[in-house]
Protein backbone atom coordinates (compact mmCIF):
# COMPACT_ATOMS: atom_id res chain seq x y z
CA UNK A 1 0.00 0.00 0.00
CA UNK A 2 1.04 3.64 -0.89
CA UNK A 3 1.19 5.79 2.46
CA UNK A 4 3.95 7.45 4.55
CA UNK A 5 5.65 5.66 7.27
CA UNK A 6 7.08 7.61 10.07
CA UNK A 7 9.68 5.73 12.87
CA UNK A 8 9.53 5.48 15.89
CA UNK A 9 6.32 5.90 17.38
CA UNK A 10 8.00 7.21 20.44
CA UNK A 11 10.97 8.47 20.88
CA UNK A 12 12.66 9.10 24.25
CA UNK A 13 15.86 12.25 24.00
CA UNK A 14 18.11 12.98 26.73
CA UNK A 15 18.53 16.44 27.87
CA UNK A 16 21.39 18.03 25.23
CA UNK A 17 21.13 14.58 22.60
CA UNK A 18 20.22 14.83 18.97
CA UNK A 19 17.71 12.62 17.84
CA UNK A 20 16.20 12.16 14.05
CA UNK A 21 12.76 11.14 13.00
CA UNK A 22 12.51 9.00 10.24
CA UNK A 23 9.58 10.02 7.01
CA UNK A 24 9.59 7.72 4.15
CA UNK A 25 6.93 7.78 1.58
CA UNK A 26 6.20 5.85 -1.37
CA UNK A 27 3.79 8.04 -3.16
CA UNK A 28 6.30 9.54 -5.47
CA UNK A 29 5.46 12.89 -4.25
CA UNK A 30 8.19 15.74 -4.58
CA UNK A 31 6.67 18.18 -2.13
CA UNK A 32 7.71 17.03 2.01
CA UNK A 33 7.01 18.47 4.87
CA UNK A 34 7.31 18.97 8.47
CA UNK A 35 5.20 19.78 11.44
CA UNK A 36 5.18 20.18 15.04
CA UNK A 37 2.39 19.79 17.66
CA UNK A 38 1.58 20.85 20.90
CA UNK A 39 -1.09 19.71 22.85
CA UNK A 40 -4.40 21.64 22.09
CA UNK A 41 -3.10 23.28 19.19
CA UNK A 42 -2.89 23.02 15.30
CA UNK A 43 0.54 22.02 13.69
CA UNK A 44 3.42 24.74 12.81
CA UNK A 45 5.40 24.19 9.95
CA UNK A 46 9.25 23.46 10.82
CA UNK A 47 10.46 22.61 7.11
CA UNK A 48 9.73 21.33 3.71
CA UNK A 49 11.15 20.26 0.96
CA UNK A 50 9.58 20.88 -2.81
CA UNK A 51 12.86 18.79 -4.57
CA UNK A 52 15.40 16.79 -3.81
CA UNK A 53 18.53 18.43 -2.25
CA UNK A 54 16.55 21.21 -1.50
CA UNK A 55 14.37 22.25 1.29
CA UNK A 56 13.56 25.62 3.14
CA UNK A 57 12.19 26.76 6.96
CA UNK A 58 9.27 27.19 8.03
CA UNK A 59 8.04 29.11 10.76
CA UNK A 60 9.68 27.37 13.58
CA UNK A 61 13.23 26.15 12.51
CA UNK A 62 15.59 26.67 15.23
CA UNK A 63 16.44 23.87 16.38
CA UNK A 64 15.68 21.49 13.72
CA UNK A 65 17.69 20.64 10.65
CA UNK A 66 16.87 18.16 7.87
CA UNK A 67 18.41 16.72 4.81
CA UNK A 68 16.44 15.56 1.41
CA UNK A 69 19.63 13.26 -0.51
CA UNK A 70 16.60 11.07 -1.46
CA UNK A 71 12.94 12.18 -3.12
CA UNK A 72 10.81 9.69 -0.26
CA UNK A 73 13.00 10.81 2.41
CA UNK A 74 12.98 13.69 4.83
CA UNK A 75 14.80 12.97 8.08
CA UNK A 76 14.15 15.41 10.44
CA UNK A 77 17.20 15.97 13.98
CA UNK A 78 15.88 17.78 16.62
CA UNK A 79 18.98 19.60 17.87
CA UNK A 80 20.33 19.89 21.45
CA UNK A 81 19.41 23.57 20.55
CA UNK A 82 15.81 23.79 20.75
CA UNK A 83 15.51 23.58 24.13
CA UNK A 84 11.45 22.44 24.19
CA UNK A 85 10.94 19.37 21.76
CA UNK A 86 8.63 17.64 23.65
CA UNK A 87 5.92 17.34 20.96
CA UNK A 88 3.96 15.70 18.72
CA UNK A 89 5.59 16.09 15.21
CA UNK A 90 4.04 14.75 12.17
CA UNK A 91 5.63 14.38 8.42
CA UNK A 92 3.65 15.20 4.98
CA UNK A 93 4.07 15.10 1.19
CA UNK A 94 2.07 16.13 -1.73
CA UNK A 95 2.52 15.73 -5.31
CA UNK A 96 3.52 19.18 -5.29
CA UNK A 97 2.87 22.52 -3.99
CA UNK A 98 0.58 24.90 -5.02
CA UNK A 99 -2.83 25.62 -3.37
CA UNK A 100 -4.65 23.16 -4.66
CA UNK A 101 -2.64 20.07 -3.81
CA UNK A 102 -3.85 18.17 -0.85
CA UNK A 103 -1.23 17.16 1.71
CA UNK A 104 -1.21 13.08 3.17
CA UNK A 105 0.39 12.64 6.62
CA UNK A 106 2.02 10.08 8.34
CA UNK A 107 0.56 8.45 11.66
CA UNK A 108 3.85 11.00 13.53
CA UNK A 109 6.70 10.16 16.02
CA UNK A 110 5.61 11.44 20.00
CA UNK A 111 8.93 13.30 21.74
CA UNK A 112 9.49 13.27 24.98
CA UNK A 113 12.51 14.48 26.90
CA UNK A 114 13.62 12.76 29.83
CA UNK B 1 -1.91 34.79 5.56
CA UNK B 2 -5.63 35.09 5.25
CA UNK B 3 -6.89 34.03 8.29
CA UNK B 4 -9.95 31.49 9.53
CA UNK B 5 -12.51 32.11 12.48
CA UNK B 6 -13.51 28.22 13.38
CA UNK B 7 -15.96 27.58 16.93
CA UNK B 8 -13.91 26.06 19.00
CA UNK B 9 -16.35 22.81 19.65
CA UNK B 10 -19.32 21.17 18.37
CA UNK B 11 -21.64 18.28 19.34
CA UNK B 12 -23.81 16.08 17.32
CA UNK B 13 -26.01 13.05 17.61
CA UNK B 14 -25.20 10.11 15.63
CA UNK B 15 -26.98 9.65 12.28
CA UNK B 16 -27.58 13.68 12.25
CA UNK B 17 -26.19 15.88 9.64
CA UNK B 18 -23.78 18.15 11.13
CA UNK B 19 -22.45 21.37 10.01
CA UNK B 20 -19.43 23.16 10.57
CA UNK B 21 -18.61 26.73 9.91
CA UNK B 22 -15.42 28.51 9.28
CA UNK B 23 -15.13 32.25 8.51
CA UNK B 24 -12.27 33.63 6.47
CA UNK B 25 -13.57 37.16 5.35
CA UNK B 26 -10.12 38.25 4.18
CA UNK B 27 -9.75 35.52 1.48
CA UNK B 28 -7.93 36.58 -1.85
CA UNK B 29 -9.26 35.42 -4.97
CA UNK B 30 -6.45 33.11 -5.64
CA UNK B 31 -7.18 31.01 -1.79
CA UNK B 32 -8.37 27.71 -2.07
CA UNK B 33 -10.34 26.63 1.08
CA UNK B 34 -9.11 22.96 2.56
CA UNK B 35 -10.58 21.02 5.23
CA UNK B 36 -8.46 18.69 7.20
CA UNK B 37 -9.68 16.32 10.20
CA UNK B 38 -7.27 15.31 12.91
CA UNK B 39 -8.55 11.84 15.30
CA UNK B 40 -6.90 11.29 18.39
CA UNK B 41 -3.18 10.48 18.76
CA UNK B 42 -2.98 10.44 14.64
CA UNK B 43 -1.83 12.51 11.67
CA UNK B 44 -4.81 15.11 10.08
CA UNK B 45 -6.44 13.39 7.17
CA UNK B 46 -7.64 15.74 3.84
CA UNK B 47 -11.58 15.98 3.53
CA UNK B 48 -12.47 18.08 1.03
CA UNK B 49 -11.33 21.11 -1.10
CA UNK B 50 -13.02 24.12 -3.07
CA UNK B 51 -12.33 27.55 -5.01
CA UNK B 52 -15.53 28.82 -5.79
CA UNK B 53 -18.38 26.19 -6.36
CA UNK B 54 -19.66 23.99 -3.64
CA UNK B 55 -18.06 20.45 -3.81
CA UNK B 56 -19.15 16.90 -2.76
CA UNK B 57 -17.07 13.74 -2.19
CA UNK B 58 -17.46 10.57 -0.43
CA UNK B 59 -17.05 11.92 2.64
CA UNK B 60 -18.27 15.28 3.12
CA UNK B 61 -19.96 18.86 1.40
CA UNK B 62 -18.51 21.85 1.15
CA UNK B 63 -20.72 24.97 0.86
CA UNK B 64 -19.25 27.79 0.10
CA UNK B 65 -20.68 31.36 0.23
CA UNK B 66 -21.37 33.33 -2.84
CA UNK B 67 -18.18 36.23 -1.75
CA UNK B 68 -16.59 33.53 -0.61
CA UNK B 69 -15.97 34.77 3.11
CA UNK B 70 -17.30 32.05 4.99
CA UNK B 71 -17.84 27.99 4.20
CA UNK B 72 -19.26 25.28 5.80
CA UNK B 73 -18.44 21.35 5.95
CA UNK B 74 -21.75 18.87 5.91
CA UNK B 75 -20.99 15.53 6.97
CA UNK B 76 -24.79 13.95 5.82
CA UNK B 77 -24.95 11.86 9.06
CA UNK B 78 -22.42 11.89 11.64
CA UNK B 79 -21.15 8.77 13.29
CA UNK B 80 -18.72 7.62 16.14
CA UNK B 81 -16.06 7.76 13.76
CA UNK B 82 -16.40 11.59 12.87
CA UNK B 83 -15.28 12.88 16.51
CA UNK B 84 -12.31 15.01 15.64
CA UNK B 85 -10.81 18.03 15.14
CA UNK B 86 -11.81 19.83 11.87
CA UNK B 87 -9.39 22.45 10.00
CA UNK B 88 -10.69 24.89 7.74
CA UNK B 89 -7.67 26.44 6.16
CA UNK B 90 -6.90 28.71 3.53
CA UNK B 91 -4.36 28.08 0.72
CA UNK B 92 -2.58 30.96 -2.07
CA UNK B 93 -0.81 29.06 -4.67
CA UNK B 94 2.91 29.93 -2.80
CA UNK B 95 1.28 29.35 0.87
CA UNK B 96 1.56 26.64 2.83
CA UNK B 97 -0.98 24.77 4.94
CA UNK B 98 -1.41 27.28 7.95
CA UNK B 99 -3.26 25.35 10.52
CA UNK B 100 -5.29 27.24 13.40
CA UNK B 101 -7.09 24.96 16.59
CA UNK B 102 -10.00 24.01 14.64
CA UNK B 103 -13.02 22.63 16.26
CA UNK B 104 -13.23 19.84 18.25
CA UNK B 105 -16.32 17.72 16.81
CA UNK B 106 -17.81 15.42 19.72
CA UNK B 107 -20.43 12.59 18.57
CA UNK B 108 -22.67 11.06 21.10
CA UNK B 109 -24.67 7.62 20.40
Known amino acids: DGGITQSPKYLFRKEGQNVTLSCEQNLNHDAMYWYRQDPGQGLRLIYY???????QKGDIAEGYSVSREKKESFPLTVTSAQKNPTAFYLC?????????????FGPGTRLLVL | DAKTTQPNSMESNEEEPVHLPCNHSTISGTDYIHWYRQLPSQGPEYVIHGLTSNVNNRMASLAIAEDRKSSTLILHRATLRDAAVYYC??????????FGTGTRLQVFP
Open chain 1, 92 to 104: ASSPEDPGWETQY
Open chain 2, 89 to 98: ILRGNTDKLI
Open chain 1, 49 to 55: SQIVNDF
